[in-house]
């Protein structure tokens, strides 16, 4: 039911030699649906004046893609990528590891996250009455991690799923890596990108979003991604 770790195999070596990025083969009318649904979510979050939940978003989401990206180079240096997702599981593959629903959820996962910390985003879990040192922890870390965890076990699901949704090739792979060194940073951007200065919140978004344009505009054309 759950797969921890890539398991270097032929199979999943030919599984990923399949796969058709970009491809229509798949394409339904679910493609469509899915969209408009983020955009109902975005729009009324702006219509609400919520915007530091539209930050949290698109914070996140742009993580997202700079991974994407870096991803799908590996992938074209190395011979396969960390992460990819196989046509049977989806209608559309943007980048070799990234599907059309899942980019849909990750452009959600960080409003959710961002709605799921306490109204008070300033306070400490696990803290000690009459301590001076220790003030526990924040609130904002814990639903980080939380949420990271959730993702990579629902990743590892994913990895066991018998339409291979989701294919690691690479043995040293695996649940550990991608909580680490991938869910974290996404939730941490989300959660903590409306505490900072509207200045330094603005440059960041812009940065990444400039970032991954560029990168796409440059990299797709040229057939590296």
């Given at each position: 039911?759950?797969?921890?770790?890539?398991?270097?195999?032929?199979?999943?070596?030919?599984?990923?030699?399949?796969?058709?990025?970009?491809?229509?083969?798949?394409?339904?009318?679910t493609?469509?649906?899915i969209?408009?649904?983020?955009?109902?979510?975005?729009?009324?979050?702006?219509?609400?004046?919520?915007?530091?939940?539209v930050?949290?978003?698109?914070?996140?989401?742009?993580?997202?893609?700079?991974?994407?990206?870096?991803?799908?180079?590996?992938?074209?240096c190395?011979?396969?990528?960390?992460?990819?997702?196989?046509?049977?599981?989806?209608?559309?593959?943007?980048l070799?590891?990234?599907?059309?629903?899942?980019?849909?959820?990750?452009?959600?996962?960080?409003?959710?996250?961002?709605?799921?910390?306490?109204?008070?985003r300033?306070?400490?879990?696990?803290?000690?009455?009459?301590?001076?040192?220790?003030?526990?922890?924040?609130?904002?870390?814990?639903?980080?991690?939380?949420?990271?965890?959730?993702f990579?076990l629902?990743?590892?699901?994913?990895?066991?799923?018998?339409?291979?949704?989701?294919i690691?090739?690479y043995?040293?792979?695996?649940?550990?890596?991608?909580?680490?060194?991938?869910?974290?940073?996404?939730?941490?951007?989300?959660?903590?990108?409306n505490?900072?200065?509207?200045k330094?919140?603005?440059?960041?978004?812009?940065?990444?979003?400039?970032?991954?344009?560029?990168?796409?505009?440059?990299?797709?054309?040229?057939?590296?991604?």
């Open positions: 039911m759950f797969t921890f770790w890539g398991d270097g195999s032929q199979q999943a070596m030919d599984l990923v030699d399949k796969i058709r990025v970009r491809d229509t083969g798949n394409f339904n009318w493609f469509i649906f969209l408009a649904v983020v955009f109902y979510v975005y729009w009324s979050e702006i219509h609400k004046k919520n915007y530091e939940a930050f949290a978003g698109l914070a996140l989401y742009g993580v997202h893609w700079l991974y994407e990206i870096g991803n799908a180079i590996i992938a074209k190395a011979g396969y990528p960390l992460w990819s997702v196989s046509n049977d599981s989806t209608t559309f593959i943007l070799i590891g990234v599907s059309w629903e899942l980019s849909m959820m990750f452009s959600l996962a960080g409003i959710i996250s961002y709605k799921m910390l306490p109204k008070d300033t306070k400490h879990y696990f803290t000690r009455k009459g301590s001076t040192r220790w003030k526990g922890i924040d609130c904002r870390l814990v639903g980080a991690i939380s949420m990271a965890l959730l990579a629902f990743e590892s699901f994913l990895a066991a799923t018998s339409n291979h949704s989701f690691w090739v043995k040293w792979w695996g649940v550990i890596p991608v909580f680490f060194t991938t869910y974290i940073p996404f939730f941490l951007a989300s959660n903590y990108v505490d900072f200065k509207p330094v919140r603005n440059i960041f978004l812009i940065s990444i979003w400039g970032t991954v344009a560029l990168l796409l505009a440059i990299l797709i054309p040229c057939g590296v991604i």
